[in-house]
């Protein structure tokens, strides 16, 4: 069971480049999530998605861009990348907001010099 | 505002010693406190749902427990396989299934 995969696992970048993290799940999962983690800060909410063609706002939705085209993948993008979003980047799924749990992936590791 | 908080940062154990992790939250409402545990360049591993005050959850040597301000998570004679780092969310009732986490516990424990 793969569960939730998501590509790549680590990527370098330049201030001002843009790249697109991709987030698989095959657990026919409603809900999909991105967050962030940052030493000391815990993980933090980007944006979310309540089924295939939504997309929502998280608490940390600056500088990011995201697509929920088809229902098994939630596109996380960075549009112009600034040394502020280097960071570990989480994609999560679930099937209920509330009685699920939250399955995550490994992680992007994401270094923007 | 809402706030979780998890102390210790940090604990170091010897195995078979027992020691109790804390996550405290101040929340308009309580939908439900999840504990997660994450192994490093890992995503986090879902543990426990709680939902209400007096609930409590067991899984191998750890246990979770809630009650209206705080979660404690007990690892009971723990192993060096249970070193890892501890994770704390919560579910307010006006968040819609967002969750906000904690920091963290990072758990060492030595043979």
């Known amino acids: 069971n793969a569960g939730v995969t998501q590509t790549p696992k680590f990527r370098v970048l330049k201030t001002g480049q843009s790249m697109t993290l991709l987030c698989a799940q095959d657990?026919?999962?409603?809900?999909m999530y991105w967050y962030r983690q940052d030493p000391g800060m815990g993980l933090r909410l980007i944006h979310y998605?309540?089924?295939?063609?939504?997309?929502a706002k998280g608490e940390v939705p600056d500088g990011y861009n995201v697509s929920r085209l088809k229902k098994q993948n939630f596109l996380l993008g960075l549009e112009s990348a600034a040394p502020s979003q280097t960071s570990v980047y989480f994609c999560a799924s679930s099937y209920s907001t509330v009685l699920g749990p939250q399955h995550f992936g490994d992680g992007t590791r994401l270094s923007i010099l | 505002e809402d706030q979780v908080t998890q102390s210790p940062e940090a604990l170091r154990l010897q195995e078979g010693e027992s020691s109790s992790l804390n996550c405290s939250y101040t929340?308009?409402?309580?939908?439900?406190l999840f504990w997660y545990r994450q192994d490093p360049g890992k995503g986090p591993e879902f543990l426990f749902t709680l939902y209400s005050a007096g609930e409590e959850k067991e899984k191998e040597r750890l246990k979770a427990t809630l009650t209206k301000k705080e979660s404690f998570l007990h690892i009971t004679a723990p192993k060096p396989e249970d070193s890892a780092t501890y994770l704390c969310a919560v579910m307010t009732t006006d968040s819609w299934g967002k969750l906000q986490f904690g920091a963290g516990t990072q758990v060492v424990v030595t043979p």
């Open positions: 929340v308009s409402g309580l939908r439900g």
């Open positions: 657990m026919n999962h409603e809900y």
């Open positions: 998605s309540v089924g295939e063609g939504t997309t």
